[in-house]
């Protein structure tokens, strides 16, 4: 079946801008994550949602980011004023619920997201 | 907070041979997962293999396996008779047990091959 698709998959955008970075899950899988990585790094947690609600947004850095999942399947993570600093690859996975071992993540192919 | 740690920045192996990349963690918790990651130039992270810390017995798939040693804290990944398609980043996660749960991951280690 489908994996988990991401759009766009590269974005450029000026400083200040508005962006929207979209995740298509794997049909079914209830739960969805969102982590950044910035370059030469490892994959940051940045908000994970449980059917619509946010089960944890711990890893959100501000309030210029924020993430929706309105009808339990596709989520837009929300970038307001841009800054340069939020250049980065922002990967997103799901997991289905179920026995414990069934929480294994499936990622997307990240969007690429560059501030000028 | 749980931290995962991968201290060598680059390995190079070459074809053929085997090749172990080290990885630590800390945690206060007593249920929890530990995963290898695959992250080729596509970006699309892969997962190589997983261990539940109440196993004793180490994971292994195909050529690779793990050296799980949990009361120091460390999983390493070991890879067997090393493909040239095994040249990428491999990064090391942490998941706390009881559903679903963020991961956490290392810094990585960039993994060449040598033909």
């Known amino acids: 079946g489908a994996g988990v698709s991401q759009t766009p998959s590269n974005k450029v955008t000026e400083k200040g801008k508005y962006v929207e970075l979209r995740c298509d899950p794997i049909?079914?899988?209830?739960?969805l994550y969102w982590y950044r990585q910035s370059l030469g790094q490892g994959p940051e947690f940045l908000i994970y949602?449980?059917?619509?609600?946010?089960?944890?947004d711990s890893g959100l850095p501000n309030d210029r980011f924020f993430a929706v999942r309105p009808e339990g399947s596709v989520s837009t993570l929300k970038i307001q004023r841009t800054e340069r600093g939020d250049s980065a690859v922002y990967l997103c996975?799901?997991?289905?619920?179920?026995?414990?071992?069934?929480?294994?993540?499936?990622f997307g192919p990240g969007t690429r997201l560059t501030v000028t | 907070a749980q931290t995962v740690t991968q201290s060598q920045p680059e390995m190079s192996v070459q074809e053929a041979e085997t090749v172990t990349l080290s990885c630590t963690y800390d945690?206060?918790?007593?249920?929890?997962?530990l995963f290898w990651y695959k992250q080729p130039p596509s970006r699309q992270m892969i997962l190589v293999i997983r261990?539940?810390?109440?196993?004793?017995q180490n994971a292994t798939e195909n050529r690779f396996s793990v050296n799980f040693q949990k009361a120091a804290k460390s999983f390493s990944l070991k890879i067997s008779d090393s493909q040239l398609g095994d040249a990428a980043m491999y990064f090391c996660?942490?998941?706390?047990?009881?559903?679903?749960?963020?991961?956490?991951f290392g810094q990585g280690t960039r993994l060449t091959i040598n033909p």
């Open positions: 996975a799901s997991s289905l619920p179920g026995q414990e071992h069934s929480y294994e993540q499936y």
């Open positions: 049909s079914g899988h209830t739960a």
């Open positions: 949602f449980q059917g619509t609600g946010a089960a944890d």
């Open positions: 945690t206060s918790e007593s249920d929890y997962y």
């Open positions: 261990q539940e810390a109440y196993k004793q």
């Open positions: 996660a942490y998941r706390k047990g009881g559903g679903a749960q963020k991961l956490v």
